[in-house]
C-alpha cells in the first residue's frame, strides 16, 4: 500500500501524509465486499490486497459486464409480475392506490374501482371515466379488471 501511495519513495513524509493513508487504509480494511466489483475497495483503490503483498488488477470491461448482467436480471424480476394487456374502449381498470411505495391499514383494498376505459394512447396512457371527471393515467397505476360471468 505504501508502495502505490507513493511514500514509501517520497524524501519529504509529512504528518499529514501519514495520517490521510493511514486514514484511508484502515477504511479499505473495514469496508464490505463489492459484488460488483469482486474485491474489497481496498483492493479498487490501491490495487494490492489489503493484507498480503499480492497485486490486485480490476478488469473494467467485466466488471461491466456484470453490472449490465445485474440490470439485465434485475429488469427480467420486474417484467415478470407484469400482467401482458392491451387495453381497448369500453374495458375496465382498477387503480393501485398506493404506487408511491407508502404502505396502506391492513384492511383496506389496493385497488379503486372499477372504472371504464374511454381512450387509449400510444404513449402508455389511458383515460378513464371515474364518476363525473375523465382522468387520464399511466397503465403502471392500473390492474386489468376482469368481470366474472
Not at 53 to 62: A, L, V
Request: charge should be negative; proline fraction near 3%; hydrophobic fraction near 30%.
Amino acid at each position: 500500500m505504501m508502495r502505490t501511495s507513493g511514500i514509501n519513495n517520497s524524501d519529504d513524509v509529512t504528518e499529514d501524509l501519514i495520517d490521510d493513508f493511514v486514514t484511508d487504509a484502515a477504511w479499505a480494511i473495514r469496508s464490505s465486499y463489492h459484488t460488483v466489483l469482486k474485491a474489497t475497495p481496498g483492493q479498487a483503490i490501491f490495487g494490492r490486497d489489503m493484507l498480503f503483498d499480492i497485486p490486485f488488477i480490476t478488469d473494467w470491461t467485466e466488471v461491466g459486464r456484470r453490472r449490465q448482467r445485474q440490470v439485465d436480471s434485475s429488469n427480467a424480476r420486474e417484467n415478470s409480475k407484469r400482467l401482458d394487456f392491451d387495453y381497448t374502449v369500453g374495458s375496465k381498470a382498477l387503480i393501485i392506490k398506493a404506487t408511491d411505495g407508502s404502505h396502506l391499514p391492513k384492511a383496506d383494498d389496493k385497488n379503486e374501482g372499477p372504472y371504464r376505459v374511454t381512450q387509449v394512447y400510444t404513449n402508455g396512457t389511458v383515460r378513464l371515466q371515474r364518476d363525473s371527471v375523465n382522468e387520464r393515467i399511466n397503465i403502471r397505476r392500473l390492474t386489468p379488471y376482469f368481470e366474472e360471468e
